[in-house]
Each structure stands twice: as C-alpha cells, then as structure tokens.
C-alpha cells in the first residue's frame, strides 16, 4: 500500500507533506517536534493532525501485517487462487480480510464440520451445485445413509449436507459484506426492560428503538451500560427480506429440487450463523465508534481544561473540604511554595464556625491571600458558602473560584506527592494541590492520570489503552505547546516535554539537585542518558531564563541559534535585547524587509521565521494568556435562589455530547442542552463552547428535590421569564 497517498486523500494533504512526516516518525522524532520544528517539512499540520495520521499509519500498516499473515496462511492450506490475492489486496478494513479467511479458518466443533467427518462434504457440493434438475436430494442422501455413522435416515444425511452448505453460505465473504451493510443502513437498535418493575436511571431505555445509523454515541454508551448492569436486553432489529435476497441471488442458481434445498440451508445460515454473528459486528461497530468519539470529547475537553489561564503570581490559599475530618487549608506563594497549612472546621458548631472564620482572616491578613481555591467534593457547597462570608466579613480585596479535586485524593497518596511534600502530612497534600490548581492548572494537573481528571463521559466504559494513549498525547501537546522552565519543572512536567523519558526526567531532577541550576540549554547535555537524539527533541521546549545566551528563554530551538542571531543583525537590533521583555520592533521591521526575503537571507523556511520572530519579540510567551481568564467570585447563590428567566454568568465546566454542564456559583452545576446553546444548528455542543469559558445564561427551570437546574444561552423574552 502507498501510505502517504492513501493519507494523502483521507487528510486532504500533499502528498510530499504526508511522505515527509511519515519519514519524520519513522526516524524517531516525537509529534510536539515535528510540529512544532519541522513546518516547512509538512506545510504546517498541528499537532492533532499529526497525531491522526501518525494513529491512521499505525493502523493501515497493522492492516498490511493482517494481509500478509492471512496471504501465507492460506497459501500454506494450498488454498490461494488468483481471485482471493484480488480479494485480499483489495481489503480496505480489518473485517474484510478477516470475512476473506474465514472459510479457511480452523473452527471449533460444529454441525457442518461433524457432517464432513461422517463424509457428506460430496452430496453437500453436488446439491449446491444445482445442476441435476432431475435428483432430489432426499434421494441422493439415501445413499449415504450410514447407522454406524450416526445417520439411520436419508433425512439425516440432507440435514447434515445442508449443514455443510449453511456454512458455506456463512463463510462466504460477499454475503457477509452485503448484508453487514445493509444491516448497518437499515437495522434498529432496541432495548427493552430486563425487568419492567425494577426502578433505575435506565427508564428511558425501557421501550427505546433508533436506527443504527443514527443513534448518536451517548446513548450507544447508555444503552450498553444498562445492559451490562442487567436492565436492559438489547437487540438489533432487521426486516430479513433484503438480506435474504441477496443470500439468494448469489446462492441460487438453477430452479430444480437441488436449488430448494440450498433455499432451505440459505435461510437457516441467515437467521443461525450470519445474523447473529453480524449482529454483534454491528454492536461492537457502534460501540467502537461511540467509545471513539467519546474519547475526542474527553481529549478536547481536557485540552481546554489544561490550557485554562493560569492566575499567576498571586499568593492562593487552597481548601480542601469535608465534614467529619474539617477543611485542609494550605496557603502558597505565587511560585506554588507552600506558606503554612492547618485544618478548620467550617461546618461543626458556631463556636468552630467563628474559629476557623478568624484563623482564615488571619492567614488572609499574615500572607496577603488574594485568590482562594476551593475544592468541589464534600461539603464544597458548606465551605463556599463560609468563604463568601468570610471576603464580606473582610476588607481585603480576594476573590474565590471553585475547582475540581479530581484526582487530588490520588495525588495526595502518590509517590510523586510524597518526594514532592514529603514533610505534609497526607491529608494536607490536597489543599495545596488545589491552590496551585488555581495558579497553574497545567503544571499541576499533569502530575494527575489524566482519565482521572473527569471532564469527559463514560470514560470508565472507554477502551482503557486507547483512551489513556489519546489523553496521554493531548497533555503532551499542552505541555510542550506551554513549554517547560527547566530549573523550577517537577519530575510529573519534564516527563511530558518531548523526548524525555521517565529515567531522564529523574535524572534532570537530581542533577539540578547535586550542581544547582542549569546555566544553559547545552548543559542538558550532561545529564546521565539525555542522548544528542533526546536534546534535539526537547531543547526546544524547555527554558532556562539564567542562561547567559538570551535565546535560551525562548522557544527558538538551539539548531536555529545562528539564524536567529542573524535576524536580529539584519533588523538592526542586539540580543541583549531579549533580555529586556524582548524586541517588539521585531516584527515590523521583518515585515518591512520582507518575510520571504529575509527567509531567504537566512536560509530557512518562512514559518521558521515567523515562530522565531513571535519567540523574540515576546520570549517566554504563554499561549493561555492570550484567553479570557477564569471567573473569580466574592458571593454564592442557593439553589433555592434561582428563579425562571434569571441571568447569571457561569463557568462551562464539561462539555458533552447532549449539552454542557455550567458552573453558575450554586455549587450545583446546570445543564445547558445542545438545543439551548445557540440559534442555530449544531451538531456538537463543542462547535460553540469550550471547558473554561465563561458564558451568560438564563435559568429555565429548578428542580431543587433533584438538585438539577436547566440553562439557556438563548436569551429569554419577556413572556418567557415570567
């Protein structure tokens, strides 16, 4: 197969481009570098694109493997015939190679292999072949008629022959194509109750039928679950006359005794073998697909959760709430250092109530607090509606957000938590984990498994592999889009940096331990098992604002140093500049000379030029400051609070397939459906909003015996709120 032009069409690429990265890969060179050094080499693909086909590769060179094995394994039965080489060169998915050997396949024990052993594989050919108009099979089985043999009838033998053709209707490639594609254009899915008195969150699944075509993945997902759950029984519907005729028009080929026989083992392989077995293709097919694009939702919407502004240089004080146990508390500078840490307990008695009131406003008072991080488990509702309290109570200027503890309890028990904090007490690691949530939810999130972060759905039914490998390439991407300051970055950081691995990112660690900080992007090359491979895939990502060379805190790589040096000679400027916020004259006078041009001059390609212009003008420039930062609040609403048509600014905090959760300070989130989010069409709610964004909303609805709130984006009439 000629991968790049096969890629080429599928992602609408030039070819060269697509031969190129395919070339990029082979070599060894990790997606973030690719994408990020290497533009010139595939027309400027980002990195999810990069990653789709790199994925895409992967499985059309399994597919390759798939071909060949089944190539020699019939060939080895002296089986292969020029038709089946057609056949199997023209396979374009796993499940027609395998349709494609499956006559060749050995089996288990069935009918039509223990009708071969009593040696009716002749009569069984002779009947399909249909050409004795004038035999009836009855009377040709008479004559295999065999009590030793199991069969004291003529009737036995037929059955046991048409047996054997049943599987060879089975068995046969084109038939199960067919009928697989008319199963997945026409069939329905159904499912009943398994128990129609038994209560749970299934009911809507009771009596439920949709196309297979098109059922969209959440409720796939749904279905599945309540089906493995043991409430629901699950079928795939289809009307049997299309399939059948297609089993006939290739089956049937004379109008003789001969050819009602094979009519009769045709409808038997159908409703027997094939449905049955295509009905669980179709299932599996389904849930593949909703598994797989529930995972994209879950990729991007941790995407944007990582990416989220972070709300630098402020001193944060992190609560991690509870009941019996109080609220850990843990105040850190605006560097993440921990200050002071201590327990409350803001929902006990009044007289601990006012106690932790004044130990909060002291710490708020001793440390200059300005940001407090709260988090969204137990008793998080309690202790926001303490903390509101407390800021009016208070004449300091602080503001609160609620974040998500996801994770946090796993982190706090991890190794990495313990070598990071290994003087705090467990419980404690929380609250700080929270704080600097707030600060950076990058830096810190990528110390979590990213599955156990929580922003997507189902994902404890996703194929765990897959699903890991896709979350685990988009806290890459983030990371190395991000970059990395290679003398503060934990060991949990540097493991996602291109290039370097868990062995190397504890060696970069305990060589900043032993020899103080790196004075220089070069001196990475010191480090035990960081290879000259290892440093041109990561040097690029990691900044060390120390360095004597201004160019080492920005994201131009050291391959492009001498080019960089020469741009800023040619524009009339010095390096030191760098040093000084950067050249921000940079760009006009590039633009004066000419891009192009100035490409030329200095031997690279222009979007070279254009990053390392970007990276010198603004040097350590940070792609999430250029979004909305996050909405701080000073009060809390109740539930009880909301009324029909009130308008209210909300956090998204999850996007997903049917609409998007909404935080609207009520420690309840509301849901917005995807027919609510805009005027238009949208065929995904992700098309309009993103995890992060701060929105305005209209309260349609309360619930509070439910606790569930529905929210429009659609601003409300006049008519409408009242």
Known sequence: ????????????????????????????????????????AHGSMDDQTIRELSERLIYLRNLDNRREEVRVLIEGLGALTDE??????????????????????????????????????????????????????????????????????????????????????????????????????????????????????????????????KIPGHRVLAIDRGEREGFLKVSVDQEASKPMNVIYSLMITDNSPCSDAVKQACDDAYSRL???????????????????????????????????????????LGLDPGYRTGCKTAV???TGRILETTVIYPTHSEAKIQESKEKIKQLIKKHKVEIIAIGNGTASKETEMFTAEVISEIKENVSYMVVSEAGASVYSASKLAADELPNLDLTLRSAVSIARRLQDPLAELVKIEPKAIGVGQYQHDMPQKKLAESLDGVVEDCVNSVGADLNTASPALLLRVSGISSAVSKNIVAYREE?????????????????????????????????????????????SYDAAKKLIELCGFSVKGIKNGGITELEA??????????????????????????????????????????????????????????????????????????????????????????????????????????????????????????????????????
């Open 84 to 213: 089946l080489n057609v056949a199997l060169n023209n396979a374009q998915t796993m499940a027609e190679i395998d349709d494609i050997y499956r006559p060749y396949r050995p089996k288990r024990k069935t009918r039509a292999s223990v009708a071969k052993e009593k040696g009716l594989e002749p009569l069984a050919l002779y009947i399909l072949a249909q050409q004795d108009k004038k035999a009836y099979p009855i009377d040709l089985a008479a004559e295999y008629v065999d009590a030793e043999k199991g069969m004291e009838t003529a009737e036995d033998a037929l059955q046991g022959a048409l047996d054997i053709i049943a599987e060879t209707v089975s068995d046969n490639a084109e038939i199960r194509k067919r009928i697989r594609n008319i199963i997945s254009f026409n069939g329905i899915l159904v499912s009943v109750a398994a128990n129609k008195d038994a209560d749970s969150v299934y009911t809507l699944y009771y009596d439920f039928k949709e196309p297979v075509s």
């Open 515 to 559: 020899n103080g900080a790196f004075k220089s992007r070069a001196e990475l090359k010191k480090v035990p098992k960081l290879g000259a491979k290892a440093f041109e895939q990561c040097a690029g990502f990691l900044r060390v604002s120390e360095s004597k060379n201004p160019l080492d805190s920005t994201g131009v790589h050291p391959e």
């Open 332 to 334: 850190v500078d605006g």
């Open 274 to 316: 094939i449905f049955p077995s295509v009905e669980r293709e179709i299932r599996n097919m389904l849930t593949d697909n909703a598994a797989e694009q529930a995972i994209k939702v879950f990729s991007v919407n941790l995407k944007q959760l990582l990416m989220q502004p972070p709300v630098k240089g402020r001193v944060a």
């Open 1 to 40: 197969m000629d991968y790049s032009k096969v890629l080429a069409e599928k992602f609408n690429a030039k070819e060269e481009y697509v031969k190129n990265v395919i070339a990029l890969l082979d070599e060894g060179n990790t997606i973030p570098f690719i994408a990020r050094y290497r533009k010139e």
């Open 589 to 722: 006078k590039v633009n004066e000379i000419g891009v192009k041009k100035a490409a030329d001059e200095l031997g690279i390609g222009e979007p070279t030029l254009i990053d390392m212009v970007k990276e010198i003008s603004k040097p350590g420039r940070d792609p999430r400051d250029e979004l909305p930062p996050p909405l701080l609040r000073t009060d809390i609403l109740d539930i009880k609070d909301l009324k029909p048509g009130m308008e209210l600014i909300g956090t998204v905090r999850n996007v997903i397939d049917f609409g998007a959760f909404v935080d609207i300070g009520v420690h309840q989130d509301g849901l917005v459906h995807i027919s609510q989010i805009c005027n238009k069409y949208i065929k995904h709610p992700g098309e309009v909003l993103k995890v992060g964004d701060v929105v305005k909303v209209w309260v349609i609805s309360v619930d509070t015996a439910k606790n569930k709130i529905s929210l429009t984006m659609k601003e409300m009439k006049k008519e409408e709120k009242e």
